[in-house]
């Protein structure tokens, strides 16, 4: 027996994946970063005695939750007064707040943003995050920044650059320079370790609405000179990017992003809130993954993405937060109550569609950037485990979870967060980050960053 085994004893499992088991009284082995066997307590306590222990006592057990798309570079948005009337639409709020905002971070504000982020997904445990960044100012290794902050949090993530031309022609090639420079440190760097990567990397473009054929066009061939690339994208974030692409290149959003080889099945694009019924065809084709953010849709009011219609064409559409709260929980409760109110019928999305988006299909995008099952409790997956202090007031089996999960579990009963068989987090207490001096710093790195914002703003 190994020093770095550990059972975790006496915590109700909720396995998901195939099994999709809840097994009260349960325990895990975990070992060197996986798990090694899942069953009863007694039965482990018995069959490892050399193993050290951690009661749960009776808590939750479950897998780190996935966001397939988020945005660390956000989290200084938090309180921020736009100056003038409210954003009317869309492409108001992305001027006036987010491409300001980004031009205003500096070296410190994207690490500052980063770590704050990383704090508030252990907390809530968020243990895997595809992010999608943007710091215009600060192009040229503002991914390395990230994936440092990463790796001193100890969690997992997949790393891109916005490319854009909303900067210029310079601001365009930093992006992709960014991107391709940060794919191949990456390869060299799993290579070494396959088994172990924590960190990957896709090619990010804005969105279609601000980039330029020939810009796409050479984003294409960089991944195509990379080899096996896939693309991390907005697309269709309501009628703004339709009516731009319309317009300017005769092509709904969708199509012109699959006619230009933009969309493989490595692909995420995000949000999709106004495609027609040839796009879905279209993403469906492609085998591109579409990522869902309902909090994000409804906060822009920029429409309802018909998860419905595309989880009946077994598209295996992701749960993202698009940079709000990294309680993934209270995104599947979002996601659970917008369908039904969009189509004014409570049999629309039901909770076990929500609950495979955010667990069976998360996982499956996961598992083409990390070598070991993630979303699940299995022997062979990665140890990313969250306990809860989540007391059920009635029955609780696999087949209600999702019920307890949309109507009682949130990120705040997370106590503690593992992530490669590493403790995050303990009875609430994060081991990895020091999220006091990353809070009070993050007042001030965020003032700072405002006191720009409201200058470019004037
Ligand atoms: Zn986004």
Redesign the pocket.
Known sequence: MTTDTLLIHNATLCTFGDANQVIDGGAALVENGQIAALGRSDELLHAYPEARREDAGGKLLMPGNICS???FYGAFARGLYIPGPAPKDFPEILRRLWWTLDMALDDDGVLTSALVCLVDAIRNGTTTLFD?HASPQHIDGSLDIIAGAVEAAGLRAVLCYEVTDRNGPEGAAAGIAENVRFIKAQRARSGDRPEQVMLSALFGLHASLSLSDETLARCVAEAETLGGVGFHV?AA?GPADQEDSLAKYGLRTVDRLRERGVLNPRSIV??VTAIDGWEMAGLRKSGAWVTH?PR?NMNNAVGVADVPAMLRGDMPVLL?N??FSNDMFAEMKTAYLLHKVWRNDPRVLPGNQVIDMAYRHNARLAAQHFPQPLGELSVGAAADLILLDYCPTTPLHSDNLPWHILFGISGSHVTHTMVAGRWLMKNRELLTLDEAAITAHSRQAAQATWERFWEMSG
Request: hydrophobic fraction near 10%.
């Open positions: 798309h988020t945005h999608h907005h974030e995000a949000h953010q994000s993202g698009d940079g």
